[in-house]
């Protein structure tokens, strides 16, 4: 129904980018806080990249490892990989060298592109590494025109890593057919074109990201990388929506409250479509998002990596009484069943697992043909030789109106802030700690919309909660980290032998308890003004009467999403921008008391700092509180 010729899946991905920088050369591409390149400019820069990697040998399927942040120099490394004929390998520049070091043998990558900074990071390694900064300043001696083709729509475009069942991550590996698809899906069916701007800041490692870069290259839309950072501190990328005229973003429903609640998106009116996804999108977020921008559209997207990011869409209706936003219907080239065990096709209203086919499924599991085989079966419905379904493990329902309703899943697998885990994977984490003689993990809701991450442990040995936390990160990305630990004599158990996980007890109220008993027996007085700011926010957020200089955020009961709204806060406060990575290496009041103060000292903002904390000295706790949200623009509430 589209692209070269007449089916959308003839295209491999570079292509469809170097047709739309054809059209439009000279419209701007790309803008990021450093650099601003045209069509024409990205061409040129990434097909001189793309040479340059095949005289590294890199040809159809060769798998390059992209370890790198947000910036121009990515975007066109990425390309290049593709004009080159290889397929990349994102990597989180957040994960711990143990991931890195395994995804890079996994499927022996030959060459990894990485920047100066992250190079001396990297565990030891086969492949050749190359920096991106050298990559770029030598590209323009290679001349402006791409590479011979070598590749087809039926070749690798990226390779994607998902947590594990077994304790080890999984490659997903994604065809350009594939994402063709998508990408061109979504020019179709959200109008993308070169008045619009769309935000990019999920990380490589996502595959939400796939959606941010080539929705809006594919299409002639302007991709606004976001400033690194930006992505943890909502207050920021409020104001990057406003400053940068954004018109289209992908967002994760717990990072969209936390914009909400920030304040000011109801004053970026070029905001016209927000896609939201990775997590259930309750009704009262829908209408809450309504409230705020009335004129947008708010678009309920879901789909695993195995299926090209997103295989349904829903748009959301405003005033909408609806007890659940359904995940909506498949999107072009895409089919979708619900099965019950038998693979029978279940009628309308009964639940069973929903199985997804079409033009978006990955070819499989890099490496585990046997998963592969579990995961992606024969498609008894289609009449196409070699046809597949991939079982997503996720339980869905039709309605009435022909859309699909998500309704949890069949196994163990979680979504957390748009995260898919294994806590299977957890449990083997921790299960490897030579205190820990059993670990169970849950992903429990006990406050409404609060997912949150609970390790139950017995212990074999004597263990504090920061050393097992500081032990999971050397292994996990922080997304995996509990942020919660119960310790328990003995796990329940089943008359059939397995763990009883609904008795395991509710960790909230006892937990907060603790906190607060652990913070009154060594309280330390904050000693400094800015450590007196900074320990309010934290007892407003943490809901305790008071934190002293040298308690622990962590320990205390904060997890990512509280970490989250705290650097909202303290930037809505005093102005500071610190990473959600400087409340990770401070943890204690005291030292992020002194992250703020190296960030503010000598800058333009002390005034402003000063200000505040004149006004706080003499206020009570409940006066600084009301001076806060006085700050944060939220009248006290």
């Not at 590996?173 to 959200?190: D, I, K, M």
């Not at 299926?307 to 659940?324: K, L």
């Not at 007085?525 to 700011?533: A, G, S």
């Amino acid at each position: 129904m589209w692209g070269r010729g007449e089916s959308g899946v003839t295209w491999c991905l570079h292509e469809l980018f170097e047709a739309q920088a054809a059209r439009t050369p000279e419209a701007v591409a790309l803008a990021s806080e450093e650099d601003e390149l045209t069509y024409a400019e990205l061409a040129a820069l990434s097909s001189n990249i793309a040479r340059q990697l095949r005289s590294l040998g890199v040809g159809p399927e060769t798998p390059v490892g992209v370890l790198s942040g947000r910036s121009a120099g990515t975007i066109a490394a990425l390309l290049g990989v593709l004009k080159a004929g290889g397929a990349y390998v994102p990597l989180s520049t957040s994960s711990p060298p143990q991931w890195v070091a395994f995804m890079l043998e996994d499927i022996g990558v030959p060459v990894l592109l990485t920047e100066r900074e992250l190079a001396d990071r990297l565990p030891s390694t086969y492949a050749r590494v190359v920096i991106l900064e050298e990559l770029a300043a030598t590209a323009g001696a290679e001349g402006r025109e791409s590479p011979e083709p070598c590749v087809w729509p039926d070749n690798l475009a990226y390779v994607i890593y998902t947590s594990g069942s077994t304790g080890t991550p999984k490659g997903v590996g994604v065809p350009h057919r594939a994402v063709c698809n998508q990408a061109l899906w979504s020019r179709e069916t959200f109008s993308l074109g070169e008045g619009d701007a769309v935000l990019q800041t999920a990380p490589l490692s996502s595959d939400v990201s796939v959606w941010e870069v080539f929705a809006a290259l594919t299409s002639g839309a302007r991709l606004v990388l976001a400033p690194r950072g930006a992505e943890q501190d909502p207050g920021r990328l409020v104001e990057v929506v406003r400053e940068q005229g954004v018109t289209t973003m992908y967002v994760a429903p717990p990072l969209l409250r936390a914009m909400l609640e920030a304040g000011g998106l109801e004053r970026c009116r070029g905001l016209r479509r927000v896609l939201c996804g990775g997590d259930v999108l309750s009704p009262e977020l829908s209408q809450r998002f309504f409230s705020s921008l009335p004129e947008a559209e708010l678009y309920n997207v879901y789909g695993p990596a195995e299926t090209t990011v997103h295989a349904t869409f829903w748009r959301c209706e405003r005033g909408s009484a609806r007890r659940s936003v359904p995940i909506g219907r498949p999107i072009a080239n895409a089919q979708t069943y619900v099965l019950d065990r038998r693979t029978r096709v279940q009628p309308v209203g009964l639940k069973g697992e929903l199985y997804i086919g079409g033009a978006g499924l990955a070819r499989g599991y890099l490496g585990r043909p046997d998963l592969t085989a579990e995961m992606f079966v024969p498609d008894p419905f289609s009449a196409e030789p070699g046809a597949r379904l991939y079982r997503s493990g996720d339980m869905a329902r039709w309605l009435p109106e022909g859309a699909l309703e998500f309704s949890g899943r069949r196994d163990r697998q979680v979504k957390v802030r748009g995260f898919r885990i294994e806590l299977g994977e957890i449990e083997a984490a921790l299960g490897s700690h030579p205190c820990v003689g059993a670990a169970v993990v849950l992903a429990r809701e006990d406050v409404a919309g609060d997912v949150r991450l609970v390790a139950y442990l017995v212990e074999s040995g004597m263990v504090t909660r920061q050393e097992l936390r500081g032990f999971l990160r050397e292994r996990l990305p922080e997304h995996m980290i509990p942020s919660a630990f119960v310790t328990l004599e003995a796990l329940p158990l089943r008359p059939d032998g397995k763990v009883d996980r609904r008795a395991l007890p509710e960790p909230g109220l006892s937990e907060a308890e603790t906190a607060r008993a652990l913070s009154a027996q060594s309280y330390v007085e904050p000693r400094t003004d800015v450590e007196h700011l900074v320990a309010s926010i934290w007892a407003e957020l943490l809901g305790l009467e008071r934190v002293g200089a040298e308690d622990n955020f962590f320990e205390l009961g904060g997890d990512s999403i509280l970490a989250t709204r705290l650097v909202s806060r303290l930037r809505e406060a005093v102005g500071v921008g610190l990473s959600l990575r400087a409340l990770f290496e401070a943890q204690t009041v005291e030292g992020m008391a002194r992250a703020v103060e190296a960030e503010l000292r000598g800058g333009a903002e002390g005034g402003k700092l000063a200000r505040v904390l004149e006004e706080t000295e003499m206020l009570s706790d409940e006066e600084v509180n009301d001076l806060l949200n006085r700050e944060s623009g939220e009248g006290g509430r």
